[in-house]
């Protein structure tokens, strides 16, 4: 069993419903979920490519995958992340826009986020008493021979490469995709998500996922809205 930190929308939201269609697979219920019949593109093509997304969910990662340590509890963990949650209050993320982030295409912010930055850092740090050291085949198929030094040093110290000064937020929205097909696919995903990114989103809960074995998919566990309780009964 491992757990991760996210950002996503809500299952009602309108992004979080053509995510779902897009990647074939709903992160709340864990059902699949038809692709979405799009020109330019097949229905074989877009399952094909979105087997990597769809496995892991549409989510943005805080904190990455983690057994849990020896010493604590998943009951410890949830009541973490509930008191944290409620310690920071919700913030509009800037518009997010689709992009390549390498080669794979995803959703990424239009613009930084200080509070988001911030945000991310903090859940690394706090939540890393929760956390499993990596074994060494763990770190070995992150090959650490490919990361920059601030990155291989974030790997040993806090079991993942791209978090404080290396965290970009992102969301993936397909696999590694050949050279020749990033444009195409980039023309159908603007297409296709353009109704959903008029609105900046609200960052206003904690998201806890979940693999319940080894290369099972991941699913929402749990929501842990942001905030006071008295604000959020007033909002």
């Known amino acids: 069993m491992r757990y991760s930190i996210c950002y996503t929308p809500s299952a009602r939201e309108p992004l979080a419903q053509a995510a779902a269609s897009w ?12 692709h979405p019949q799009v020109k330019g593109l097949g229905l074989q093509e877009i399952a094909f490519h979105t087997a990597l997304p769809r496995r892991n969910g549409f989510h943005g990662c805080l904190k990455a995958p983690f057994h849990l340590h020896p010493e604590v509890s998943e009951a410890m963990l949830l009541r973490e992340l509930m008191q944290f949650a409620g310690m920071i209050e919700p913030f509009s993320l800037p518009p997010l826009e689709i992009g390549r982030l390498g080669d794979h295409c995803g959703l990424m912010l239009a613009e930084p986020s200080p509070a988001l930055d911030r945000l991310a850092g903090l859940v690394v740090q706090a939540f890393d008493r929760f956390r499993a050291p990596l074994t060494e085949d763990e770190i070995d198929r992150m090959v650490p021979e490919r990361l920059s030094a601030p990155q291989f040093a974030n790997l040993y110290r806090w079991g993942d490469p791209h978090v404080l000064d290396e965290f970009r937020f992102s969301m993936p929205l397909t696999g590694p995709l050949p050279l020749h097909e990033r444009e195409r696919f980039l023309s159908v995903l603007r297409g296709y998500f353009a109704s959903c990114l008029e609105m900046s989103p609200v960052f206003s809960s904690l998201a806890l996922f979940v693999e319940r074995e ?22």
């Open 214 to 235: 080894a290369g099972a998919p991941l699913v929402v566990h749990s929501l842990h809205p942001m905030g006071r309780v008295s604000a959020r009964r007033i909002a």
């Open 23 to 34: 990647l074939g697979r709903s992160v709340y219920s864990g059902e699949a979920v038809e």
